[in-house]
């Protein structure tokens, strides 16, 4: 790797958070060693930075997208069933039957779900540790990352999962620092062998990195597969943080909130009333009648993915799985676009779109169904 990682994170929010790099991937790192020579995984750490920070902020929505893809708003993490739908999703699923090339079958995704999630790995490093490859103890690795971690400086960042998740107990989901290293191994397993790719498009022969394994995976897999959660995210954000939208909505705010607190009591498996989640958000849009050929449930739950993504980016609320009454007007404005993209607007901005979207549409349908509601006429809750 030649990249610059420290000069490759833009800014405080796309700076890698530090459990990212404490991930136990202490065969990974041992068999780096032994084929490579080093006398320690300094390389190992920093080539794998070095992959990884340009691409911080896209993994943080990506996982945010799997975390909602079932509609499972009350993970902290991502299933093993999310894991697998999600490879399917990026096209590195194999069907049954077909060549393995390029692509893990089920079984093989489950193994690394597994070994990549704290709750299995107490009780299966010793496995792991019993091969060829046992001469460096985890707590010897982390403290080389520790070190890499004190020379990237600005382009890391400490966050809650700072030693505290990474080789403890789980609960049988990967938090995103574990997600992280699932993709790490997962590239592992699809990029191996010898042959870096040289300028001509050749290979040299040598052996394949994990750092290097993880660019490929991300850059010509995930990334491009992954790219209309990515865009949706990047095109509207301007627009949305405008003066004139943020002034549309202000205005439209006393009608907004009296939909979120009623939408917010809706599932009553949800204890936290206060918010709403992926499920309470399609009871509303469904019950609005907004859903249609412009507005569907999967591109519903990637809105509801970036804007979570984006406000906890921001240092706003950081509960990835509800959203907060500032993130719902996002929402409400993502929603507005999507129904009405630029293209039929007649040239007119957005903001006048969005005020005659909610003062035509929006607050007299919500304020029809929220008076059925208090006369006892309709669902109330899911």
């Not at 320690?40 to 799997?66: G, M, Q, Y």
């Not at 209309?228 to 439209?252: C, G, K, M, P, W």
């Not at 204890?271 to 499920?279: A, C, E, F, M, S």
């Not at 970036?306 to 950081?318: K, Q």
């Amino acid at each position: 790797m030649t990249r610059n990682a420290e000069q490759s994170a833009g800014s405080i929010d796309d700076a890698m958070p530090c459990s990212w790099l404490r991930v136990d991937l202490l065969d990974l790192v041992n068999f780096h060693i032994e084929t490579t020579g080093d006398e320690s995984p300094h390389e190992f750490f920093r080539d794998l930075a070095a992959a990884i920070i340009p691409h911080v902020h896209p993994l943080k929505v990506i996982f945010k997208a799997v975390i909602n893809s079932l509609g499972k708003s009350e993970a902290k993490g991502v299933s093993p069933n999310q894991f697998l739908a999600f490879l399917k999703s990026v096209d590195l699923l194999v069907k049954p039957g077909a060549s393995t090339k390029g692509r893990i079958d089920a079984a093989t995704a489950n193994l690394l779900f597994q070994r990549a999630n704290a709750e299995n790995l107490q009780r299966r490093r010793s496995v792991f540790q019993k091969g060829k490859f046992a001469d460096l103890d985890n707590v010897a690795a982390r403290t080389f990352a520790n070190e890499v971690l004190e020379e990237l400086g600005g382009a890391v960042i400490e966050d809650d999962d700072n030693g505290m998740n990474t080789f403890g107990p789980g609960n049988g989901v990967l938090h995103l620092h574990e997600f992280v290293g699932a993709l790490c191994r997962l590239a592992w397993v699809l990029h191996g062998g010898y042959g870096n790719v040289t300028e001509d498009g050749g290979a040299d022969g040598n052996f394949i990195a994990l750092g290097a394994r993880v660019s490929l995976l991300l850059e010509q897999s995930i990334l491009p597969a992954s790219k209309r959660i990515l865009e949706a995210e990047d095109s509207f954000a301007t627009v949305l943080a405008h003066r004139r939208t943020q002034a549309i909505l202000n205005f439209y705010s006393p009608q907004l909130q009296r939909i979120f607190d009623v939408y917010a009591k809706a599932d009553m498996s949800d204890v936290d009333v206060g918010t709403i989640n992926v499920k309470e958000l399609i009871f509303m849009v469904k019950e609005g009648g907004l859903f249609d050929e412009s507005l569907s449930v999967p591109q519903l739950i990637s809105i509801f993915s970036v804007v979570n993504s984006s406000y906890e980016d921001e240092g706003g609320d950081d509960d990835e799985t509800e959203l907060s009454f500032d993130e719902f007007l996002a929402v409400i404005a993502r929603i507005c676009n999507c129904k009405i993209p630029e293209e039929r607007r007649n040239g007119g901005p957005f903001e006048l779109t969005l005020q005659s979207w909610l003062h035509l549409l929006v607050i007299p349908k919500y304020n029809g169904l929220l008076a059925d509601k208090k006369r006892g006429v309709g669902k109330k809750n899911i």
